[in-house]
């Protein structure tokens, strides 16, 4: 066990060390002078004033020392949960600025991923090796998981905010009421959830329903299942044993899937304008906000190496080979 | 996400003679194929489909030869069919059909350069890790399960962001270089359970040396596998281009799919403005592009694998 997880652990760790790295070199070695960009957004300065406006930048930042201590700087401010400015925020600090963004996102996320992970397994399940539903989920299936995300919401409130007005058209509630712990704003968030949610859970929906299908063909074909056919096991019995065994690979496929679920949310707010990161990372972009946007970048690599090890956890619960691996004996 | 479960399956019998090495079958003729190709449903319907896009993006700019960011026509013009504008016209007078053709163009290129610098990368160290094992087994597992947690498009939207002019070839090149993992991760375990077969065993014997065998032996072994692989990888490869667009890190100067939605979305109000005809072909064009690669990576391995064949 300890082995195992000692194992996961340090990958992870390494992970986030590249990519805290990664996030350390772009500005630094990408061609082009960030700090100059930023002088060049005050506008209207004089010649003598942006050469001092652009030392207090290199000063304010640190990159005037060498960079082996920029490095370790770097480091050492991230340990503190300091990421900088934001200039979008007007000088909000990034990890505020983060941090009332994430539960939007999260929000979206966890229920659209277990809802479309559970739904659209027992749906593949069903279509495998049955005609009919072969015939319909399927195709439905296919057309689904080759959306883009922001296409399919897109389509989504354009049909029912624009053209019905069913469900409010941008934002994270609406612009006439406060944060409150009343029912009017309960609802209020309810409503302007349910669409982005919605577009994200039938594009995974298509993904999982197919993968499962797939996966249960495989099992049914394979040779224990055949022997428990040739037993004369009933028919269920088989394709529940078909089921757990193709449930492993689609929770390893869950991992897998995170980064591009998570690229999927960030398209989807930006359509609905949702107040998550989705929306940060836009905003930073057509700001040209780097320290927002390299914040951002660690948290969602955080986020997807948190939600990793989740489901290391979660797969040596539900598969007894692993446990008995661990303890040094053969499955 | 096809892409993640191709990924976890289990090595099948790629190189299609059962597990009995003493008696492999007489291999697969190209007329049996083609016959099972002919009679596969999944396979006719999005190789047609295949062609008539692969037609549009060809044949499209050249009849109709309109720049598509000419700003030259009457402003939001609906559809019509008379010739001129038939998929109408943009905000800022734009031919819509213009910037479907030559975004068209863009997601093939993407696609067919994205996919397959991914397909070779993950070919490399996916066999390499397999064969060699040990070691360099061990540290290629590592940097492979490195890459395939960072989530790409965070990686790419803090590097081209930086860009100040991107071009269609740099997207594609990054989108490669990041997107080979699970490829590599499954080719690695189909070389693993070919590995120590026994004519992988005698290839050793007569002295042929490691890189020889994997070209010569293992990888003609599981060529449908590796055809499959890169399909996936092309129809992600073109999804991944449209988030990245979409975001506004797209091509500066130039048209794609992706493009074409952010342009409506964010410059041009498309959806308050009802302008359906802007936004909906680009995304009927990238679900029927990549659903169409999809259907056809399932029809071809029903093709090649006699056991997924629906009797």
């Known amino acids: 066990m300890r082995r195992y997880f000692g194992r996961k652990i340090l990958t992870y760790l390494i992970t986030f060390f590249v990519a805290a790295t990664i996030d350390w070199l772009i500005p630094r070695f990408m061609p082009g002078d960030p700090v100059q960009g930023l002088v060049s957004r005050t506008g209207g300065l004089s010649e003598s004033a942006s050469k001092a406006l652009y030392d207090y930048y290199n000063n304010l930042f640190g990159l005037n020392q060498p960079l082996p201590v920029q490095y370790l700087n770097f480091w050492t401010s991230l340990l503190h949960g300091n990421l900088g400015l934001s200039v979008y925020g007007n000088g909000t600090p990034v990890i505020d600025m983060i941090m009332g963004a994430i539960p939007y996102t999260l929000g979206l996320l966890i229920p659209a991923i277990l809802l479309s992970w559970w739904l659209g397994n027992s749906f593949g399940a069903l279509a495998a090796r049955r005609r009919f539903l072969d015939n319909t989920v399927l195709p439905i299936g296919y057309i689904l998981t080759a959306t883009p995300y922001m296409w399919l919401a897109l389509v989504l409130s354009f049909l029912l905010s624009i053209n019905f007005k069913i469900f409010p058209l941008a934002g994270g509630y609406g612009f006439n009421l406060e944060p409150t712990l009343t029912w009017l704003f309960f609802t209020d968030l309810v409503a302007h959830w349910f669409l982005p949610f919605l577009s994200l859970f039938m594009v995974m929906f298509g993904g999982w329903a197919i993968g499962m299908r797939n996966m249960i063909i495989y099992e049914l074909e394979s040779d224990y299942s055949r022997y428990l056919e040739a037993l004369g096991a009933p028919q269920s019995l088989v394709r529940k044993y078909a089921f757990r065994n193709a449930m492993l690979p689609q929770i390893t496929g869950l991992a897998l899937q995170l980064g591009v679920i998570v690229a999927g949310a960030l398209v989807t707010e930006i359509v609905f304008s949702y107040p998550g990161l989705g929306h940060l990372v836009f905003a930073a972009i057509q700001s040209g906000d780097y320290f927002l946007l390299q914040g951002i970048f660690l948290f969602i690599i955080i986020g997807v190496l948190l939600a990793n090890f989740i489901v290391d956890i979660v797969y040596v619960i539900v598969d007894p080979r692993t446990r008995v691996a661990m303890r040094g004996g053969t499955a | 996400m096809t892409a993640a479960s191709e990924a976890t399956r289990k090595p099948v019998d790629v190189a299609g003679d059962g597990e009995k090495d003493s008696a492999p079958q007489a291999r697969r003729t190209r007329g049996e194929i083609v016959f099972f190709a002919v009679r596969s449903r999944k396979f006719m319907i999005s190789a047609g489909l295949l062609l008539v896009l692969i037609g549009i993006a060809v044949l499209g700019p050249i009849i109709d030869p309109t720049d598509p960011v000419a700003q030259a026509a009457t402003p939001m013009r609906s559809p019509t069919l008379d010739p001129g504008n038939w998929f109408g016209t943009t905000y800022f007078g734009d031919d819509v059909f213009a910037q479907f053709a030559n975004g068209l163009r863009a997601s093939f290129f993407v696609g067919l350069l994205g996919g397959g610098l991914a397909a070779l ?163 009927v064009g990238i679900v029927a592009l990549v659903g169409a690669l999809y259907v056809m990576n399932v029809g071809l391995d029903e093709i090649f694998n006699p056991k997924l064949r629906e009797m």
Do not use: C, H
């Open chain 2, 121 to 283: 990368i993950g070919m490399a160290v996916g066999f390499t890790a397999g064969y060699r094992g040990g070691w360099i087994d061990e540290i290629l597992n590592m940097i492979t399960n490195i890459f395939l947690v960072i989530p790409t498009l965070a990686v790419l939207l803090v590097i081209t962001s930086y860009l100040k002019a991107r071009g269609v070839l740099f997207e594609a090149v990054f989108i490669g270089v990041t997107s080979w993992p699970w490829a590599a991760r499954a080719i690695r375990a189909q070389t693993f359970s070919l590995r120590s077969r026994d004519f992988i065993d005698l290839a050793k014997l007569s002295g042929r040396r490691g890189w020889k065998i994997i070209v010569t032996e293992i990888a003609p072994n599981m060529s449908s596998y590796l055809f499959l692989t890169f399909i996936l990888l092309f129809g992600g490869a073109i999804l991944i281009a449209a988030s990245l667009d979409f975001i506004g890190l797209g091509p500066t100067g130039g048209m794609s799919l992706g493009l074409m939605l952010f342009d409506a979305v964010t410059y041009g109000a498309a959806l308050l403005l009802g302008l359906w005809w802007w936004f909906i072909p680009p995304g």
